[in-house]
């Protein structure tokens, strides 16, 4: 039996109804360890090229990871995978909560799902065994509807569901994949894909984790990490005030996307941050499997316009800006009640908070009318347009139907210039992180294999000279010791975002949460993965070998985005970004598509990629140990 | 001389007991610097990542004029973790 992991991935099909599973050798383990790097091998050798996202031949992978469900802090997260219908390229999303160390303690590593239902089926993995059953009882519930009547319904304790919302089932493209009814898988629109397989439900129960190899260094790197949070600021913040405690320093430093990204500070911040949101509608902090930061929020509002469930858990960082500064809006219960709805029909908050956003810009600028709004005039600082546009958006219903395709579609559908202000990139609306004052994300933002995202990098704060001496220790462990400049995006920035964007990929194929595990700022560091996987699994392992692992989940993904076409050209920054932002500390800043052009020239050199495609070379791939996806590039 | 005082994020923590509201005033030494207002409220230094007097960024050696509202933010990411 090994250490950490089952040796044992699942394999469903759904439109026989079937299953078979794989054992598989510790040697593919110690190369993909887990996550996406397992879910990538699944996908590339079992989708062809030119599949359709929304269609039978899709491959939906949940994987976890070889340290999954040990205990410690940051081990409980599961990676989605899949052919996303909102990129068309690869799709990449994590959740937390509980369902992670449950799949794991149901006796598999990975759950790989092929097919198409006729009818709404569920999955259940019992302790190793499994069936599916028929859902079609629960299709048109809500997450948390969906998950209390399935609890009840089966009658086992402990058992972990994952499921889908209305968005889902409506083939919504921002669709996301829940668990708790308040974890998201968010991005990239998985939930649609879960909704064309007729996929309503995963629920996992298990009752036995694989063994630990070193049980008392695990327990001795756990102690550490739980009596550390209280002495490192970012980490007690984030203990206190959650992820909201970030929005304070975006504003200040000129760094909050307001109204659709024409700003980087919003007037009424004060009412939206987390110091706010501690001080009036927080009744709990929640946790993940195992954690000791507890960071996860519980609200409940009672009175007023916007009641909010616990239920649903509370906003994000992400959350409170996609639906606050992008939409100009400063009412935190309304916020509040938009995270609600959003996790009630499965719909990625920060994706359906930029769409509305996008769509507010375009009808004050008269690019999107009232006969295209059903008679609705929709203006930033307006709570009820955003409550309103995700009831449509969700149910595609009125105006819905056309953001129900993300902003990127919905701009290429109604024209009149209205791309002019769409802000995504490879049609994934950007995050709440301005690249115009983090320079190296406009790197990261335009090459990240899954569109713009703000978890693959380590930001620019981390790496100047005004950084904490933690950061800057950690940094020098990665041979990072030349402090930049914010706001400039040179070789050694590059250098930076590379390293960086692997160190984060090793968390992201490890499944750990990059709040407790990363480079630079986190409670653990670099030294700590080594540590660590080697108490788990009782490996050898050096940080030059989780690195390669790295690399080659990053790899994987871009020869599955080579494969459906995706070339240097899509690596690029949507217009609005290289326009001047107005007010505060960003004001006239913008990012000029030569800088981004440039950089993408030293970083394709650096990760060994082709310099006009921006694709993997045979050579890396070989480097990689990825002989078998050779002929896909070289084709 | 009097001035005012914004806390954000942990560094709420530090705030005087006596002195409620999320705005408080202090009573400073003439000419005191940023720096000197934090130690006096006894922020750990390394907690201090940014510091703005009446809504403007500013180095901690600036000297406050009465009346200045004086803002103190924790970082967002990073510590001074010995390891």
Not at chain 1, 71 to 100: E, H
Not at chain 1, 321 to 349: E, K, M, P
Not at chain 1, 422 to 448: Q, W
């Amino acid at each position: 039996m090994p250490y950490g992991y089952n040796g044992k991935i699942l394999k469903v099909d759904l439109t026989n109804r079937s299953w078979e599973v794989e054992h598989l050798p510790e040697s593919f383990y110690r190369t993909y360890l887990g996550g996406s790097g397992i879910g990538l091998y699944y996908i590339l050798k079992g989708m062809s090229a030119g599949a359709d996202p929304l269609g039978p031949e899709n491959v939906l992978t949940f994987a976890v990871s070889v340290v999954t469900g040990a205990p410690f802090s940051g081990q409980a997260r599961v990676a989605a995978n899949g052919k996303s219908p909102l990129t068309g390229a690869i799709g990449d999303s994590q959740a937390g909560g509980f369902f992670p160390a449950a799949l794991k303690a149901a006796g598999y590593d990975a759950i790989v799902i092929n097919g198409q239902a006729s009818t709404p089926v569920y999955l259940l993995v019992n302790d190793g065994d499994v069936s599916i059953h028929d859902a079609t009882y629960l299709w048109g519930r809500a997450t948390g509807e969906t998950e209390d009547r399935l609890r009840s319904d089966l009658g086992i304790k402990d058992v972990h569901i994952a499921e889908i919302g209305p968005a889902g089932e409506n083939l919504v493209r921002l669709a996301a994949i829940m668990n708790m009814a308040n974890r998201a898988h968010g991005r990239t629109g998985l939930g649609a894909v879960m909704g064309a397989k007729k996929l309503k439900a995963i629920a996992v129960h298990g009752s036995r984790q694989p063994q630990i190899a070193d049980a008392r260094s695990l327990q001795e790197l756990a102690r550490w990490g739980a009596t550390h949070i209280s002495s490192n600021p970012a980490m007690s913040d984030l203990q206190i005030n959650g992820t909201a405690g970030g929005l304070s320093y975006q504003q200040m430093s000129g760094g909050l996307p307001t109204r659709n990204w024409q700003s980087g500070v919003f007037e009424q911040f004060e009412h939206i941050s987390g110091d706010a949101l501690t001080s009036t509608i927080l009744r709990k902090r929640d946790t993940c499997y195992a954690c000791a930061t507890r960071c996860k929020r519980v609200v409940e509002v009672t009175e007023g316009n916007y009641p909010v469930n616990r239920r649903y858990g509370g906003p994000e960082y992400e959350t409170i800006a996609a639906f606050g500064s992008y939409c100009g809006v400063d009412d935190l219960s309304a916020i509040a009640r938009a995270n609600q709805l959003c996790n009630a029909y499965g719909l990625d908050t920060i994706g359906t908070g930029a769409t509305i956003a996008w769509a507010i810009d375009c009808f004050e600028h008269g690019l999107i009318t009232l006969d295209d709004t059903g008679g609705r005039e929709l203006h930033f600082g307006d709570p009820d347009v955003i409550i309103e546009l995700i009831e449509q958006i969700a149910h595609r219903q009125g105006f819905g139907v056309l953001l129900a395709e993300g902003s990127a579609r919905a701009a290429c559908k109604i024209g009149r210039g209205s791309e002019q202000l769409v802000v995504a990139v490879k049609n994934a609306e950007l995050p709440a992180h301005m690249p115009e004052v983090k320079r190296s994300l406009a790197l990261i933002y335009a090459v990240n294999p899954f569109g713009a995202d703000h978890q693959s990098s380590e930001h620019d704060p981390s790496y100047t000279e005004g950084a904490t001496l933690l950061e800057k220790r950690r940094l020098e462990l990665l041979g990072l010791q030349d402090p930049q400049d914010p706001r400039v995006l040179n070789e050694e920035k590059v250098r930076y975002a590379w390293i960086t964007q692997k160190m984060y990929s090793i968390a992201d194929t490890l499944c750990l949460c990059q709040f407790d595990w990363g480079p630079s700022w986190q409670l653990y560091g670099p030294e700590h993965f080594v540590a660590m996987v080697k108490a788990v699994t009782g490996w050898n392992v050096t940080l030059d070998e989780l690195l390669l692992a790295a690399e080659r989940r990053i790899n994987m993904m871009r020869v599955f985005n080579a494969r459906e076409g995706f070339t240097r050209r899509d690596d690029t920054l949507p217009a609005k970004i290289s326009r001047p932002k107005t007010g505060g500390p960003s004001d006239g800043l913008a990012v000029a598509p030569e800088e981004v052009e440039r950089a993408k020239d030293i970083y394709y050199r650096l990760v060994g990629w082709d310099l006009s495609t921006g694709n993997p070379t045979p050579q890396k791939l070989r480097e990689l140990g990825l002989d078998w996806l050779v002929d896909s590039v070289s084709s | 001389m009097d001035i005012k005082v914004r806390l954000h994020g942990v560094l709420q923590h530090y705030r005087p007991k006596t002195l409620g509201g999320e705005v408080f005033a202090l009573d400073v030494p003439e000419h005191a610097t940023v720096e000197e207002v934090g130690r006096q409220l006894g922020l750990p230094e390394t907690w201090v990542c940014l510091t703005f007097v009446n809504g403007e960024a500013c180095r901690k050696n600036q000297q406050l004029r009465t009346g200045d509202l004086v803002a103190f933010l924790p970082p967002a990411r990073g510590g001074t973790l010995e390891f």
